[in-house]
């Protein structure tokens, strides 16, 4: 991971050279991108208590995010912005 960047980087890869003449993948093959793998899978439980009395509903399929702060930076603002940008 990491080594590549686009479909057009291992489409130019060199595979050999014969008399002074590179070969490359896209020279002997047809590359395409296909879908992405998926690296892993989180869920989520959320315990409702309401007129319908204690529940707790599972969503098997939950999305999170990773949010970096600055040293030095109030994480108060940056998270007040976090929490307006998902709910927009």
């Known amino acids: ?8 980087d291992i489409e130019n890869t060199v595979v ?24 892993g899978q ?3 439980s959320t315990h409702l208590t309401d007129s319908a009395g204690d529940r707790i509903i599972d969503n098997p399929d939950t999305v999170e995010g ?10 108060d603002p940056v998270l007040d912005g976090i ?3 998902v709910t927009s």
């Open 83 to 85: 929490h307006n940008e």
């Open 16 to 39: 050999k050279t014969q008399n002074g003449a590179a070969i490359k993948v896209k020279d002997i093959a047809t590359v395409t991108q296909g879908p992405k793998i998926r690296l």
């Open 66 to 75: 990773i949010v970096l702060l600055q040293k030095g930076d109030d994480s």
């Open 42 to 44: 989180i869920g989520r």
């Open 1 to 8: 991971m990491g080594l590549f960047t686009s479909v057009q």
